[in-house]
């Protein structure tokens, strides 16, 4: 395991239509990130699992968007009725408490 | 909340020149977590330095190390002998040592481009 795999790397969807996106974090890290990424912007924290415990979720930007990490190990990211807004990059992390956060390659959602 | 500057959208430096890249940050709190990370067009964000607040020693990691100056909240990046594979945006990060109401998740500044020019 060489870094947090994130899957697919693009996606193109139809307004309406619901998308999930799927992280495997660092195999020892107990933590897992979402932040989504504009253009021209830094990264925007949406998440967080601590193990299999999402510890924040006020972040999320509407009650569209939900994520699971059933089993401590991977999660996903769902967007249901997906709107032109939400077309941004989807960046997964992961890290150990107090350590430093890496990131995985992304999945950009393009929603037409 | 906390926030993070960067206040250079861009910046361009010659091949083997040094360039520093400059973020402030707003915070109440005395211990947290900076970082600076390097993200190159279409790949993904990659660690480059990282600094705890209650250090006083700047971290230096290679060619890159940090002015870290906590009473003015100031946290900038120098890159030593820059190289083409330098090229990318550039983000400066914050994160807190408590949990709760978001505070484990990085604040970014919205990042410095920067162009080696060769």
């Known amino acids: 395991d060489t870094g947090v795999s994130q899957n697919p790397r693009h996606k193109i969807t139809k307004r309406g239509q619901n998308v999930t996106f799927r992280c495997d974090p660092i195999s020892e890290h107990n933590r897992l990130y979402w932040y989504r990424q504009t253009l021209g912007q830094g990264p925007e924290f949406l998440t967080y699992?601590?193990?299999?415990?999402?510890?924040?979720k006020s972040r999320l930007l509407s009650d569209r968007f939900s994520a699971e990490r059933p089993k401590g190990s991977f999660s996903t990211l769902e967007i249901q009725r997906t709107e032109q807004g939400d077309s941004a990059m989807y960046l997964c992390?992961?890290?150990?408490?107090?350590?430093?956060?890496?990131f995985g390659q992304g999945t950009r959602l393009t929603v037409v | 909340a906390q926030t993070v500057t960067q206040s250079q959208p861009e910046m361009s430096v010659q091949e083997a020149e040094t360039v520093t890249l400059s973020c402030t940050y707003d915070?109440?709190?005395?211990?947290?977590?900076l970082f600076w990370y390097k993200q190159p067009p279409s790949r993904q964000m990659i660690l480059v330095i990282r600094?705890?607040?209650?250090?006083?020693q700047n971290a230096t990691e290679n060619r890159f190390s940090v002015n870290f100056q906590k009473a003015a909240k100031s946290f900038s990046l120098k890159i030593s002998d820059s190289q083409l594979g330098d090229a990318a945006m550039y983000f400066c990060?914050?994160?807190?040592?408590?949990?709760?109401?978001?505070?484990?998740?990085?604040?970014f500044g919205k990042g410095t481009h920067l162009i080696i020019q060769p």
């Open positions: 699992f601590q193990n299999e415990a999402q510890l924040e």
């Open positions: 915070t109440s709190e005395s211990d947290y977590y």
């Open positions: 990060a914050y994160r807190s040592t408590y949990s709760g109401g978001g505070a484990d998740g990085l604040t």
């Open positions: 600094q705890e607040a209650y250090k006083q």
């Open positions: 992390a992961s890290s150990l408490v107090g350590g430093s956060t890496f």
